[in-house]
């Protein structure tokens, strides 16, 4: 259980989940015009605009920096992505299918029966407002980049409710705080997916649930594509880089406004090709190269999907087996699993003892 600060924040009871990320020594907050999280340790952990800010603890490699300002930058761009409708429905329809979960009602009673929630790699907090009206407990939420901002724009004051800036390899809470942490594609553009994987495990409760996406390896010519366009996004500049993905957005939208299907006759394994009919912008974006492009969402958000696929330094694929090993080294429960064109899904329960 988390220690209990000398002193926490008036508005957000929250801050009594958080520790030092380093040490683990409990957290003081020291009001004041520039106010701070004191740490028993002496580190001293500025409070922003309300949100406690870790990611200056410890330093990270240049290649998670630079994730970090790419996520900044998309959410900075799509700042409300996940609360408008279009948005919000294909995202929560998408998680509960990825996670095992037959409606939202049911969710919603596994949340209610957890005191403590958090979303590691909360964005802009889609989740994490999705977290807070099916719940009944604290519910935390944590990103490396700047997006917990706009995640505290978006889903407003709420008593029930911790924002922290963040890396998920060093979280600000004691071992075994939470009954349910979800980190959904985030994983994968972490230094370590695996380690961090592991990091999280120990800040879940015996007996605890975890939700985890991480991407999938797809076929060869895909993967030679992610990796040879990947590398040359991120040598470019900022500029070049967005108007990279806006032709790639571009071209997804004239493949997708033809409206043409084509027939594969026959699986070519070799090249991870299945048979069937496809539209023929899905089957190059899942075979040849990432063209995202979905008509009911607006423009940029379009353009920042493709952006964040291609700009971040670090963003791993893995196969299912590899990741199975990590699931059955922890002598985790699998309660559901899904490998989906795009990305692994699992949901598993920590041991009890």
């Known amino acids: 259980m988390p220690v209990e600060p000398v002193s926490t924040a008036p508005s957000m009871p929250g801050f009594a989940l958080l520790v030092d990320p380093?040490?683990?020594?409990p957290l003081e907050y020291e009001a004041g015009p520039e106010p701070?999280?004191?740490?028993?340790?002496?580190?001293?952990?500025?409070?922003?605009?309300?949100?406690?800010r870790f990611v200056e603890s410890a330093p990270v490699s240049a290649d998670q920096a630079s994730t970090a300002d790419t996520f900044s930058l998309k959410w900075s761009k799509v700042s409300t992505f996940g609360h408008d409708a279009a948005t919000r429905d294909f995202h929560h329809a998408w998680y509960l299918q990825r996670y095992g979960w037959t409606s939202e009602t049911e969710f919603g009673e596994?949340?209610?029966?957890?005191?403590?929630?958090?979303?590691a790699g909360c964005g802009v907090g889609r989740d994490v407002a999705w977290y807070l009206k099916l719940?009944?407990?604290?519910?935390?939420?944590?990103?490396?980049?700047?997006a917990v901002e706009s995640a505290a724009a978006n889903v407003?004051?709420?008593?029930?409710?911790?924002l922290a800036q963040a890396d998920l390899a060093r979280l600000p809470f004691a071992a075994g705080t939470f009954d349910y942490i979800a980190c959904d594609q985030v994983l994968q553009h972490t230094a370590d997916p695996h380690a961090s994987f592991r990091h999280l495990l120990t800040k879940l409760k015996p007996g605890g649930v975890i939700a985890f996406y991480v991407y999938k390896v797809k076929g060869p010519v895909r993967e030679f594509c992610d990796d040879h366009l990947r590398q040359s996004v991120v040598a470019m500049s900022e500029e070049q880089a967005m108007r990279f993905s806006e032709r790639v957005t571009q071209f997804g939208k004239a493949l997708t406004e033809q409206h043409v299907t084509i027939t594969v006759p026959e699986d070519i394994p070799e090249l991870g090709i299945t048979a069937g009919e496809f539209d023929l912008q899905r089957w190059l974006y899942w075979n040849m190269f990432k063209c995202f492009y979905r008509a009911e969402w607006d423009w940029e958000t379009n353009v920042m999907t493709n952006?964040?696929?291609?700009?971040?330094?670090?963003?791993f694929r893995y196969r299912p087996e590899a990741v199975r090993e990590w699931i059955a080294a922890e002598r985790l429960e699998v309660l559901h699993e899904d490998i989906g064109d795009a990305g692994l899904s699992w949901r598993c329960r920590k041991p009890n003892q």
């Open 36 to 52: 701070v999280l004191v740490s028993a340790s002496g580190a001293r952990y500025p409070v922003v605009d309300g949100i406690p």
């Open 307 to 315: 952006y964040d696929w291609y700009r971040p330094t670090t963003a």
């Open 156 to 162: 407003g004051a709420d008593p029930r409710l911790v």
């Open 110 to 119: 596994f949340l209610s029966r957890c005191e403590r929630i958090l979303d």
């Open 135 to 146: 719940s009944h407990g604290l519910v935390a939420g944590v990103d490396i980049s700047t």
């Open 22 to 25: 380093v040490s683990g020594a």
